[in-house]
């Protein structure tokens, strides 16, 4: 195992915004699994439109992992659901061959997860894991409360001038993000925030990020 337990938590604990989570902790998390993919979402950070495998796998109707986290808000393997057999022919894919996917929960909603893959060959998630999987999920929602908790909050009016999207942007702006660190929060190009802040800037009649800024606190 790449870390232990105990350091994780302690990394966790240390986060102060979502992309040091993405950027920081989740390969080492991903490591300590010993997965060949992973990855942390976020439900009200997904595209509007995606395409492909990438749908497939973030549909609860097709993928009965995911299914599973969004109804029992517990982490679960592939393994304990379905046969490998069946689990092939739902996912094909040679590096998610075996799964693990737990919730991140705020407020008593699911508002994202955390999903592990490791080769077919490779051996597969085991109870142990899951274990493991709840604990950092619990610290890692924690985490992720304390840090929206903490998000800068427009009071003005005018935010119904703009769409949910862009004031994402702007309350991303305002804790001093850059535009291609934006990009990577939100998983969006870096060229689709600078579009959006154009948007912005004229639906407010302003003309710099500080008074786009002032305008919705205001």
């Not at 989740?26 to 495998?53: V, W």
């Not at 061959?97 to 592990?116: E, R, S």
């Not at 051996?123 to 924690?142: E, G, R, V, Y």
Request: charged share 20%; glycine share 6%.
């Amino acid at each position: 195992m790449a870390n232990s337990l105990s350091a994780l938590f302690q990394e966790i604990a240390q986060a102060d915004n979502e992309q040091y989570l993405q950027q920081q902790v989740i390969p080492k998390i991903g490591k300590y699994f010993a997965a060949k993919r992973y990855r942390l979402f976020f439900l009200d950070q997904l595209p509007p439109k995606m395409s492909g495998l990438f749908q497939r796998a973030l549909s609860i109707e097709h993928n009965p992992v995911l299914r599973y986290v969004f109804e029992h808000h517990a982490p679960v393997h592939e393994g304990v659901l379905l046969p490998a057999s069946e689990w092939k022919i739902i996912c094909p894919r040679l590096d998610h061959g075996h799964v693990i996917a737990g919730p991140i929960v705020n407020d008593g909603a699911l508002v994202g997860g955390i999903g592990l893959t490791r080769d077919r060959h490779a051996l597969a998630f085991n109870q142990q894991n899951m274990i493991d999987m709840s604990a950092l999920c619990l610290h890692l929602s924690t985490c992720i409360a304390k840090i929206r908790s903490q998000e800068i909050r427009f009071a003005s009016a005018k935010t119904k001038l703009i769409t949910p999207r862009e004031l994402q942007i702007a309350r991303l702006v305002a804790l001093g993000r850059t535009n291609s660190e934006i990009g990577k929060d939100l998983w969006i190009t870096e060229n689709s925030v600078k579009q959006a802040l154009k948007r912005i800037f004229r639906k407010l009649n302003v003309s710099s990020r500080t008074e786009m800024v002032v305008q919705l606190l205001n």
